[in-house]
């Protein structure tokens, strides 16, 4: 999985000019997912993680530095990416994973605040990132994410939305009381 992963990031544009880049783009944003799936989820987590790990990463990434990419190029790289080409890279080897689509299979659905993201703390209505997430119990792979601003649509629409919109058959949907509603039954 992460060879094919590899391969999609080679294909995303570096948006960096090229006077001074020390690291491929793919390279970081290999050591970008990998922190961040093991929890590293901050700029100084993600260098320590790179510092921790930095012989394994080197070899297996086969990369000729012999150093990994700074704090200061991890956050210019977080801050510049185009998070859309990511997240459809990201869809796109999972679909691969996930190809049974007519299989039975339990599909727990939540939906989270991002830590951080809340706006606008004095106004009656708040703003906040909120993410909607599909996980799957027979391939333990999340197959399916939405991110969504709070004040634009609901946590409940995003889910409805979702389901209209989903290829997907055979599957049982688990989610909490929230979207309990016959709307989303239906």
Request: with cysteine; glycine share 2%; charged share 25%.
């Amino acid at each position: 999985m992460l060879n094919s992963l590899i391969e999609k990031l080679k294909e995303v544009k570096d948006f960096r000019q090229s006077q001074g880049r020390r690291h491929e783009l793919w390279v970081v944003l290999t050591i970008i997912i990998l922190a961040l799936l093991t929890g590293n989820v901050s700029y100084k987590q993600i260098t320590s993680f790179c510092k921790a790990e930095e012989e394994k990463l080197i070899e297996m990434l086969s990369i000729n530095s012999k150093t990994l990419p700074s704090y200061s190029t991890i956050r210019r790289v977080m801050l510049g990416i185009n998070i859309i080409d990511i997240r459809s890279i990201i869809t796109s080897i999972i679909n691969n994973y996930y190809s049974p689509k007519s299989q039975e299979d339990w599909i727990a659905i939540d939906g989270k605040i991002l830590k951080k993201t809340l706006t606008d703390y004095e106004e009656k209505s708040q703003n906040m990132l909120n993410v909607v997430s599909w996980f799957s119990q027979e391939t333990k792979l999340i197959i399916k994410v939405e991110i969504q601003k709070n004040k634009k649509k609901s946590e409940s629409a995003v889910v409805r939305s979702m389901i209209e919109n989903c290829d997907l058959s055979n599957k049982v949907f688990t989610w909490d009381a929230l979207h309990c509603n016959k709307e989303i039954t239906k």
